[in-house]
């Protein structure tokens, strides 16, 4: 009776532990900041200058400004990476362009094509 007990009680440590690990897993995976996860259009990370205020709706009118097309902060991916929708442009040579003028400003530090959009684009 006695081993019964014993292994009745590790087992249910090792379920509350595999729950805990679960739903840590599951806070680990959820987005940083909260944002709107639908873009029509193309998707750029931005890498911005540390400290800015990317969440700002001051920035995104400077950003759509600068770019010559609307630019909608989505996300914080990590640190100084942000996700930023790209709206209006429908060609790569369009895309090209709004990546020239972005990078000009002094809060920009880099730029690049969110590649998990099009998973092709991935590997040169």
């Known amino acids: 009776m006695r081993d019964w007990a ?33 873009c029509e259009g193309q998707r750029l990370i931005v890498t911005t200058a540390p400290g800015l205020d990317v969440a700002a709706s001051e920035l995104d009118a ?25 709206e209006g442009v429908a060609d790569a040579s369009g895309l090209q362009l709004v990546k020239e003028r972005l990078i000009r400003s002094p809060e920009v530090q880099g730029i690049e094509v969110d590649r998990m959009r099009e998973p092709q ?3 040169p």
């Open 62 to 86: 400077i950003f759509t400004q600068e770019a010559g097309t609307p630019l909608r902060f989505m996300r914080t991916l990590f640190e100084n990476y942000h996700l930023f929708c790209v």
């Open 121 to 123: 684009a991935r590997y």
């Open 6 to 38: 014993t292994n009745s009680r590790d087992r249910v440590a090792t379920f509350v532990l595999v729950g805990l690990l679960l739903l840590s897993l599951g806070v680990a995976c959820t987005a940083s900041s909260p944002g709107r996860s639908d």
